[in-house]
């Protein structure tokens, strides 16, 4: 496992220019030093009095008992999941944490994806970064010692650790058939994980995982350091501390090929209509879709003849919509 390259604060010239392109992971250091927030979580309680200075809002929040030692996961025959979600609030939650703070083993407690702009505004407009388009609005991470397994996000990605510190394990998007992921249905937060523990993996039950060791990339991010991580890198995050909060903000660099339909539908579709298929014919659609799809190579035919394989204009491109729908829908 190698360290994650970094580099100091940059602007949102450089980011686009040179980080955004390279596709691949790095740490900033010192990003949002300057942040009010993780100024205050410098000191003793300083975050959560930061925080309730800000409002409160309603909130859904992650319990779990204290033998998962924070592991947001599945249970152990995975008919379900490792910890509970409760109605509750922002205020709630810091009470929670700040009173199993001192406990040798406290429960888990976490808020996953809050949005700032709707729940605490005045956190966004107090801590701003500008490497991203300023609509995009931060999302708040907080917890206690929490623990996400590896999964990815079909999205580009900064996250910024304001308090405690945090733990990032990242392996390329080409290592996922090493990786042993879980169900597309049944996740435990909305996007399917790996079923391995990479911190203390299990080669017995899944051995390829060790040819994805010496491809997984890692880094410790303090308060004030941020994270690039890049679409579809799988991350494992491991908070270290008591108290800890991120914001990270998604975005898309790219428009989607084609509106309102996403790759995903694309690998669903593909599900359905090949995984079943017999071995010597699910081999010749792996062919078909090397060359046409990642190859995309159509050089060989006049180019006003290429048909989808060319370029595709706005008509055409809402005709074969239609016709997926219809296909779909018998």
């Known amino acids: 496992?190698?360290?994650?390259?970094?580099?100091?604060?940059?602007?949102?010239?450089?980011?686009?220019?040179?980080?955004?392109?390279?596709?691949?992971?790095?740490?900033?250091?010192?990003?949002?030093?300057?942040?009010?927030?993780?100024?205050?979580?410098?000191?003793?309680?300083?975050?959560?009095?930061?925080?309730?200075?800000?409002?409160?809002?309603?909130?859904?929040?992650?319990?779990?008992?204290?033998?998962?030692?924070?592991?947001?996961?599945?249970n152990a025959d995975m008919s379900g999941l490792s910890f509970r979600k409760e109605p509750g609030s922002l205020a709630t939650l810091i009470d929670r944490i700040e009173a199993a703070a001192s406990l040798e083993a406290p429960p888990a407690l976490a808020v996953q994806s809050l949005a700032a702009q709707e729940a605490l505004p005045g956190f966004a407009a107090e801590n701003a970064i500008d490497l991203v388009d300023p609509a995009i609005g931060p999302r708040l991470w907080i917890g206690n010692r929490i623990v996400v397994a590896?999964?990815?996000?079909?999205?580009?990605?900064?996250?910024?650790?304001?308090?405690?510190?945090?733990?990032?394990?990242?392996?390329?998007?080409?290592?996922?058939?090493?990786?042993?992921?879980?169900?597309?249905?049944?996740?435990?937060?909305?996007?399917?994980?790996?079923?391995?523990?990479?911190?203390?993996?299990?080669?017995?039950?899944?051995?390829?995982?060790?040819?994805?060791?010496?491809?997984?990339?890692?880094?410790?991010?303090?308060?004030?350091?941020?994270?690039?991580?890049p679409y579809m890198w799988w991350h494992h995050v491991r908070s270290l501390d008591p108290v800890s909060m991120l914001a990270n903000y998604w975005w898309s660099a790219t428009p989607p090929a084609q509106p309102g339909l996403a790759p995903i539908d694309a690998l669903v579709h593909a599900l359905l209509a090949i995984k079943d298929l017999p071995a010597s014919q699910r081999e010749a659609w792996r062919a078909m879709f090397q060359q046409m799809v990642f190859d995309a190579d159509a050089g060989h035919i006049p180019e006003g003849r290429r048909g989808i394989r060319g370029t595709v204009g706005d008509a055409a491109k809402a005709n074969l919509r239609r016709q997926l729908g219809a296909l779909m829908g018998r």
Do not use: K
């Open 1 to 74: 496992m190698r360290a994650i390259a970094q580099s100091g604060p940059i602007d949102r010239a450089r980011f686009e220019r040179e980080i955004l392109p390279a596709a691949r992971p790095m740490v900033l250091r010192g990003l949002a030093a300057d942040w009010p927030a993780v100024r205050a979580a410098q000191e003793p309680g300083g975050i959560a009095s930061y925080l309730r200075r800000l409002g409160d809002a309603p909130c859904d929040l992650i319990v779990g008992p204290p033998d998962i030692a924070g592991r947001i996961f599945y």
């Open 150 to 229: 590896t999964h990815h996000d079909v999205m580009e990605n900064v996250a910024i650790v304001v308090a405690g510190r945090r733990r990032f394990t990242l392996f390329p998007p080409e290592q996922m058939p090493n990786l042993y992921v879980g169900p597309f249905e049944f996740t435990p937060a909305g996007t399917p994980v790996s079923l391995v523990d990479p911190e203390s993996p299990d080669l017995d039950r899944f051995p390829r995982f060790a040819d994805a060791l010496p491809h997984a990339e890692a880094a410790e991010l303090g308060p004030g350091d941020a994270i690039f991580i």
